[in-house]
T-cell receptor, first 117, second 114 residues
Framework: AQKVTQAQTEISVVEKEDVTLDCVYE???????LFWYKQPPSGELVFLIR??????QNEISGRYSWNFQKSTSSFNFTITASQVVDSAVYFC??????????????FGKGTKLTVNP | SAVISQKPSRDICQRGTSLTIQCQVD?????MFWYRQQPGQSLTLIAT?????????ESGFVIDKFPISRPNLTFSTLTVSNMSPEDSSIYLC???????????FGQGTRLTVV
């Protein structure tokens, strides 16, 4: 079975600190996709990034960066110079085939990030 | 990107009753997905709904408890039947974007069963 582990349940930092959210996954598939979503207190899920298993290049988008390492089955997410607005629950997810034969997402338990002023 | 509208956004229901959640998408999609997020927990897929066929349920979820309708390519409903406090969750509908580049989610329905 596919599995996504986010070992950090909660992280608290002070504004302007850098913070890394860890994600480790398990899969037997050779082709798969990894995602990060942000869920602010309002509850909606905000898409951050999708990475396919053949692309191990790190990605940077503004203050956000992602480190994908297939050798360690990890897809970690770093926020540089954190801000209060970054406070949210962050989910890592892995695609797999559902019972209906389509793609579905398997989510980790999430990491609650609190950025204090 | 797609726009997904869910109704109601929240509700408080009595145990033993049923609630139907509606999901409207602004484009035609083959598959729609229903997820549940229990308090403080992650999201779990309930079922996949294809237009014109019965929904396919994941392990641990059954049609009698969570009947789903998919009358056309832009709309689906999820009913939470015979509710108990354990059904208190956020229910989200979702679609996959073109080429599965991302999964789009509705804003969710926060259900509290008392």
């Amino acid at each position: 079975a596919q599995k996504v582990t986010q070992a950090q349940t909660e992280i608290s930092v002070v504004e302007k600190e850098d913070v890394t959210l860890d994600c480790v996954y398990e899969t037997r598939d050779t082709t798969y996709y990894l995602f990060w979503y942000k869920q602010p207190p309002s509850g909606e899920l905000v898409f951050l990034i999708r990475r396919n298993s053949f692309d191990e290049q790190n990605e940077i988008s503004g203050r956000y960066s992602w480190n994908f390492q297939k050798s360690t089955s990890s897809f970690n997410f770093t926020i540089t110079a954190s801000q209060v607005v970054d406070s949210a629950v962050y989910f890592c997810a892995l695609s797999e085939v559902s019972q209906g034969g389509s793609e579905k997402l398997v989510f980790g338990k999430g990491t609650k990030l609190t950025v204090n002023p | 990107s797609a726009v997904i509208s869910q109704k109601p956004s929240r509700d408080i229901c009595q145990r033993g009753t049923s609630l139907t959640i509606q999901c409207q998408v602004d484009s035609q999609v083959t598959m729609m997905f229903w997820y549940r997020q229990q308090p403080g927990q992650s999201l779990t897929l309930i079922a996949t709904a294809n237009q014109g066929s019965e929904a396919t349920y994941e392990s641990g979820f059954v049609i009698d408890k969570f009947p789903i309708s998919r009358p056309n390519l832009t709309f689906s409903t999820l009913t939470v039947s015979n509710m108990s406090p354990e059904d208190s969750s956020i229910y989200l509908c979702s679609i996959l974007g073109q080429g599965y580049t991302e999964a789009f989610f509705g804003q969710g329905t926060r259900l509290t069963v008392v």
